[in-house]
T-cell receptor, first 111, second 113 residues
Framework: QKEVEQNSGPLSVPEGAIASLNCTYS??????FFWYRQYSGKSPELIMS????GDKEDGRFTAQLNKASQYVSLLIRDSQPSDSATYLC???????????FGGGTRVLVKP | SQTIHQWPATLVQPVGSPLSLECTVE??????LYWYRQAAGRGLQLLFY??????ISSEVPQNLSASRPQDRQFILSSKKLLLSDSGFYLC????????????FGDGTRLSIL
């Protein structure tokens, strides 16, 4: 059973602080990794993709990947109330065509 | 650019009634297509995926079925709905190449009475 694990939260963060979200995965053959943001009642929206070890930055978001530790994280800098949402980690396995999603981490940014 | 359309946005159906949800993708060819269900407060459960016309893979046993009559059309169906079929149904697409992200439609919120 290929698994993707996330802390369900809620992760409460003051406005302007850094939110740090973690995700671990079990399939060592995983090739690609994605973070989605899902607002309540809405569909998931892709915010970050990462394929190789290290950091990838896009605006206020930074994704970090460590394949040896089977760990991927998302940092949200200068958190805003509009960042309050559930963040889903998704991992594409060796087969390449299917994503396995974590249960999501709920983030609350308080003004 | 690519867009994905899913309808209806909300649906209320009685137990035992049939179901048909449709999803279409524009701006790309030969996409991979996916149907997910998300129960309230839960994660995404992959129901079906398709890599081409008429090619459907089922991930979980259930009373739902899927069809892909055209390259960019994906349909989710049921002959008789159960109470447990309630949930948020999401269609997604990805490029045919491996390791590509999936992009979701707006979803259909299905309530069974």
């Amino acid at each position: 059973q290929k698994e993707v694990e996330q802390n369900s939260g809620p992760l409460s963060v003051p406005e302007g602080a850094i939110a740090s979200l973690n995700c671990t995965y079990s399939d060592r053959g995983s090739q690609s990794f994605f973070w989605y943001r899902q607002y309540s009642g809405k569909s998931p929206e892709l915010i970050m993709s990462i394929y190789s070890n290290g950091d990838k930055e896009d605006g206020r978001f930074t994704a970090q990947l460590n394949k040896a530790s089977q760990y991927v994280s998302l940092l949200i800098r200068d958190s805003q109330p509009s960042d309050s949402a559930t963040y889903l980690c998704a991992v594409n396995g060796a087969a390449g065509n299917k994503l396995t999603f974590g249960g999501g981490t709920r983030v609350l940014v308080k003004p | 650019s690519q867009t994905i359309h899913q309808w209806p946005a909300t649906l209320v159906q009685p137990v035992g009634s049939p179901l048909s949800l449709e999803c279409t993708v524009e701006g790309t060819s030969n996409p991979n297509l996916y149907w997910y269900r998300q129960a309230a407060g839960r994660g995404l459960q992959l129901l079906f995926y398709s890599v081409g016309i008429g090619q459907i893979s089922s991930e979980v046993p259930q009373n739902l079925s899927a069809s892909r009559p055209q390259d960019r059309q994906f349909i989710l169906s049921s002959k008789k709905l159960l109470l447990s079929d309630s949930g948020f149904y999401l269609c997604a697409w990805s490029d045919l190449a491996s390791n590509q992200p999936q992009h979701f439609g707006d979803g259909t919120r299905l309530s069974i009475l």
